[in-house]
């Protein structure tokens, strides 16, 4: 259950580890592939940070949302990694989330 009586974070943070297949073969991670991370780290975080599930969500307003454009800037190949190593992969942030319109 989410805690209403302290600030939501507004900075999240998850661990997401590199797949071989996800690779190309100079083991970085492949760029149509950054966006996956991306959304299963997104699902993840609402429900982790802020107890909120898109699945009932959607399934309860009957409405939801789409993404309509990505940005991306690769600073440093994210590449694979053993599993057991402390740093994984990649470094995923939100720059900026516009108000855009949405459909029932």
């Not at 107890?51 to 969500?57: E, G, N």
């Not at 991306?72 to 989330?97: E, K, M, N």
Request: charged share 25%.
């Amino acid at each position: 259950m989410l805690d209403t009586t302290q600030a939501l974070p507004k900075e999240l943070e998850s661990i997401a580890y590199v797949r071989f297949q996800d690779c190309d073969p100079f083991q970085h991670l492949n760029n149509a592939r950054y966006i996956d991370y991306f959304l299963n780290a997104r699902e993840d975080q609402l429900i982790k940070f802020y107890d909120f599930s898109i699945f009932q969500y959607t399934k309860e307003a009957n409405a939801g949302w789409v993404v309509t454009k990505t940005q991306i800037a690769y600073l440093y190949p994210a590449t694979g990694r053993s599993h057991h190593q402390d740093s994984p992969d990649p470094d995923v942030r939100i720059g900026d989330c516009g108000r855009g319109r949405y459909a029932r």
